[in-house]
């Protein structure tokens, strides 16, 4: 019985996994159909989020069931709580890129990115696909130092356009829009890292990120 339990745990963790590298596909695949004005692509990626949703939606039954049959105490606990928050996450992370892919169906057959602003919303595209590809391997390896390196990571969002800005109103709301998934996608990547953090150590990362910053005057 005890050997099934553990079994179950490590296929909750498989399948945080799995959603990982389903919603960082998934936003790697919108920022094409965006840039590229590409209706097909953008329609598979508005349908495979619900890949994503029943994902989420079986662990959590897992999870559920699990608390009330094995009832489980300390780090098993916390790993069962840890694992249904980050599946939060990741559900999120699916739907945030859901809606750029949205934004690109609505906007075809145009782009709702100008040509001159094309290579800023592809780096953003490819950082956050890289964030999430990290915090899979985070899942995996359970490694606190890779999982507080993310933060640092996720600072490279704080740009996207400054008061130059020559283009109209609805051009402006669209990459303001995507900006801010862009943005919001990564946070969720960098959340999972720091739950993954909770789970092995058993505190929070700013936390420990407290204990190891250095004393003013030492």
């Known amino acids: ?15 945080l996994v799995e959603m990982a590298r389903l919603v960082g596909s998934a936003i790697g695949r919108a920022t094409t159909a965006m840039l590229d004005a590409d209706l097909k692509l953008a329609e598979s990626v508005i349908a495979a989020d619900q890949k994503v949703d029943d994902l989420q939606h079986d662990l959590e ?4 069931a699990l608390l009330a049959r094995q009832q489980p105490v300390a780090t098993d606990l916390r ?31 145009d782009t709702a990115v100008p040509r001159d602003l094309h290579a800023t919303i592809l780096e953003m595209g490819q950082l956050a696909q890289r964030l999430m590809a990290k915090a899979a391997e985070v899942i995996i390896t359970k490694d606190v130092d890779l999982a507080l390196q993310l933060e640092q990571d996720d600072e490279l969002f704080q740009h996207l356009m400054d008061d ?9 709301v669209d990459v303001t829009l995507l900006g801010r998934y862009y943005e919001r996608f990564a946070d969720h ?29 030492a």
């Not at 099934?4 to 745990?9: F, G, K, P």
């Not at 709580?81 to 934004?103: P, Y």
């Not at 999972?192 to 190891?212: F, I, N, P, S």
């Open 164 to 172: 130059r800005w020559k283009h109209g109103i609805e051009t402006a």
């Open 1 to 15: 019985m005890r050997d099934a339990y553990h079994e179950e745990l490590d296929s909750i963790g498989e399948s």
């Open 61 to 64: 039954a897992r999870a559920i």
């Open 79 to 109: 790993i069962v709580v840890t694992s249904l928050r980050m599946s939060a996450d990741l559900e999120r992370s699916g739907d945030l890129a859901q809606h750029v892919a949205k934004l690109a169906r609505l906007r075809f057959p």
């Open 189 to 217: 990547a960098v959340s999972v890292a720091k739950r993954v953090v909770y789970l092995v150590t058993g505190e929070h990362a700013d936390e420990l990120q407290a204990a190891d910053a250095p004393v003013e005057g």
